[in-house]
């Protein structure tokens, strides 16, 4: 492991739940976390192998058997991740990591256990970033069993709202575009896509607020012309 990596660098929030740890344990389990962090977009093996000697150190902390779901999501084995978010999901008693639940039953070709999964729990009680995740993966899983129509509905929700853009809006408008275009709406489809772009860089020129950015319209008619012009 690199010298320079420290304990300092780990989120505040996931420092605090390896306070339960010895002294030397928390640092060595802080700093395989760390790289995790480093490597994951990477070399996703790489910090696979990281989360999985975190656990072997942590096994008992919910942001430890998170970060190994995470990274086997990541390199799709989806087993060890069902797995493994469900052990966080029994430590913590939270329900964040739904949407990764019901992606990982996808990944395992069991979109009917995806859906039952998705609905298992009361949407209005997550947060609200968690509600758009979880209706991306289900509407995933609508696709997985061919029911568009059905995966347009579970998209249908008060945050696909173009006028403004939060985290989640460039692949909530994304995920919409995709299916209308397997509806074969393809001039919806390419505003929608227009509009996951305008929100996306609406988001990377803010000022870091993540509460909520006002998207101009005019910022998108332009993209939408522009993709018209490209299909003749």
């Known amino acids: 492991m690199p010298d320079d990596v420290t304990p300092k660098e780990l989120d505040r929030v996931a420092l605090n739940e390896l306070k ?58 989806y087993a060890l991740a069902l797995r493994e978010l469900r052990t966080y999901r029994r430590i913590t008693g939270r329900d964040d990591q739904l949407p990764m639940m019901v992606d990982s039953e996808r990944g395992l070709g069991r979109p009917e256990k995806a859906l039952e999964l998705g609905r298992s729990v009361a949407r209005a009680t997550l947060p609200v970033p968690v509600q758009v995740e979880l209706a991306i993966a ?26 403004t853009a939060f985290s989640y809006s460039p692949g909530l408008f994304d995920a919409y575009a995709t299916v209308l275009e397997e ?50």
């Not at 995933?140 to 029911?147: I, S, T, V």
């Open 20 to 77: 339960t740890l010895s002294k030397e344990n928390q640092e060595g389990v802080a700093r395989h976390l760390v790289m995790v962090a480093r490597l994951i977009e990477s070399d996703p093996q790489l910090a696979h192998q990281h989360a999985i000697s975190a656990a072997r150190r942590a096994g008992r902390i919910g942001v430890v058997r998170e970060t190994l779901a995470i990274t086997a999501y990541t390199i799709e084995d």
């Open 138 to 163: 289900m509407s995933g899983a609508r696709l997985d069993l061919g029911n568009p129509e059905a995966a347009l509905t579970e998209l249908q929700i008060p945050q696909l709202d173009p006028s």
């Open 183 to 232: 509806l074969g709406r393809d001039a919806e489809a390419e505003e929608w896509y227009a509009r996951a772009e305008v929100a996306a860089d609406a988001l990377d020129s803010g000022d870091g607020d993540d509460d909520v950015i006002e998207v101009v319209e005019e910022e998108l008619e332009p993209r939408v012309s522009d993709a018209g012009e490209s299909d003749e």
